[in-house]
């Protein structure tokens, strides 16, 4: 019996040097590792992009976990699918290539490692198919320049996360001109790197969004230079969390646009490093977007709450909280400007301690109800102690107490 013994564990030795003597000889094949299959079909494929060559119009490809050196092209219709922390890791050029897709194209639940001065996916859509939506869905998405540029469809950009991006994380676009298409970007993580060693970067931003009917909302953006940047859309922006954009929210030529129940709040340590590189920071700017609302948001420090500017005329501000807004030495200071020809209703907001509380430059505003952070109503023109009102804004009635409904 114990010859038999010996033998067997003679045996199980040699099989584990052996095991030992593959795995040094082909590593990085065990490392990369991950199953690759198309749903509904018997058998593997030893790369991705054999998966996607192989699969039919509107197939699945199911990627299960492993870390895949590839650089992807899809030009028909696919869902590419991502489990047990698959990640797509090219050493070069760009992670995903989607070229004008003979329909719509789903990307789920991958790691995408973006090489530095590149874009992690690309989607470039057919313009002249209304049918046609892009779906990026729970990624996470690490360094490279742009993590997403998609254009010319309708997008669904849901559940991802984004951090280390050098420019802009998500660019996206409708078709030129027009304002058809569906854009949402929701419910994504933004962390950005706009601050290094307390000096000001450049880029470093989170969502641009241009020609289309945009939802962009229930996004955590932190430490970026822009947040929201948003022209020549309609549809709204709500319930995003800014903390420390250089801008929150920049919302240009897009009449009608809604803002509503975002907060933003900006530090004093990163006001500081931007008015160090000549700029000042604001929670919202509206620029030739006439008819907008801005209505029960938060803002909370910066050198500026909200800024309605260019020609925005019959602009709604209401039930917003806007205090503890500080000057610097570029100016700013004021919780809600109006200037350059804009026209601003302005009700039922909360404007305290902030250097200036209203601020009206070569236009118009009507600021009657609302809360100046004292019983007696503003200071400056109003005559109270709250915070100051520039001349010539009627006022009165004014709030004797804060709105409770205000804010985000």
């Known amino acids: ?33 991950g199953t690759i299959t198309i749903q509904g079909q018997v058998g593997t ?38 489990q047990n922390n698959a990640a797509i890791n090219p050493t ?45 869905l729970r990624c996470s998405f690490r360094g490279g320049f742009n993590s ?8 669904r950009i849901v559940g991802n996360q984004f951090s280390g991006s050098a420019a802009t994380a998500v660019i996206v676009q409708g078709v030129p001109g027009t304002t058809n298409r569906k854009l949402r970007v929701s419910s994504n993580t933004f962390s950005g790197v706009a ?18 009917n945009i939802q962009v909302d229930g996004n955590q953006i932190s430490n970026v230079k822009n947040g929201v940047l948003v022209s020549k859309c309609i549809g709204k922006v709500a319930s995003n969390n800014f903390t420390d954009a250089q801008v929150g929210m920049d919302l240009t030529d897009s009449p009608g ?7 933003s709040s900006i530090s004093a340590a990163f006001s500081a490093a931007f008015n160090a590189q000549a700029f000042t920071t604001a929670g919202l700017r509206l620029i030739r977007s006439s008819g907008s609302i801005v209505r029960n948001n938060t803002f909370v420090g910066g050198n500026s709450g909200i800024i309605v ?15 503890d807004v500080v000057g610097s030495p570029l100016g700013g200071g004021t919780g809600i400007t109006v200037s350059v020809s804009s026209f601003a209703e302005v009700h039922n907001n909360n404007i305290e301690n902030n250097a200036f509380g209203l601020q009206v430059v070569g236009s118009t505003a009507n600021a009657t109800n609302n809360w100046w952070g004292a019983t007696n109503g503003p200071s400056g023109a109003g005559g109270g102690s709250g915070d100051s009102i520039a001349t010539g804004v009627p006022f009165t009635p004014f709030l004797t107490a804060p709105n409770p409904n205000a804010g985000a």
């Open 1 to 33: 019996m114990n010859s038999i013994i010996r033998k067997i564990g003679a045996k199980i030795g040699r099989l584990a040097f052996i095991a030992i003597i593959l795995m040094a000889a082909f590593g990085s094949a065990f490392a990369q590792g």
């Open 45 to 82: 494929f030893p790369t991705i992009q054999s998966a996607i060559d192989a699969a039919p119009s509107a197939g699945t490809v199911i990627v299960d976990g492993g870390d895949h050196q590839e650089n992807l092209v899809i030009t028909r219709a696919l869902q590419l699918m991502g």
């Open 92 to 136: 070069s050029g760009t992670p995903i290539f989607i070229n004008n897709p003979s329909g719509s194209v789903q990307v789920i639940g991958f790691i995408i490692k973006i090489p530095a001065n590149q874009v992690g996916i690309s989607y470039d859509a057919p313009a002249t198919d209304v049918t046609h939506t892009g779906t990026i």
């Open 148 to 155: 997403i540029v998609a254009r010319e469809a309708q997008f």
């Open 195 to 212: 601050v290094v060693g307390g000096v000001a970067q450049s880029v470093s931003s989170a969502i641009t969004a241009t020609d289309g």
């Open 257 to 263: 646009l809604l803002a509503e129940r975002n907060a």
């Open 309 to 323: 500017t260019q020609q925005s005329t019959g602009v709604t501000i209401e039930a917003n909280i806007v205090r």
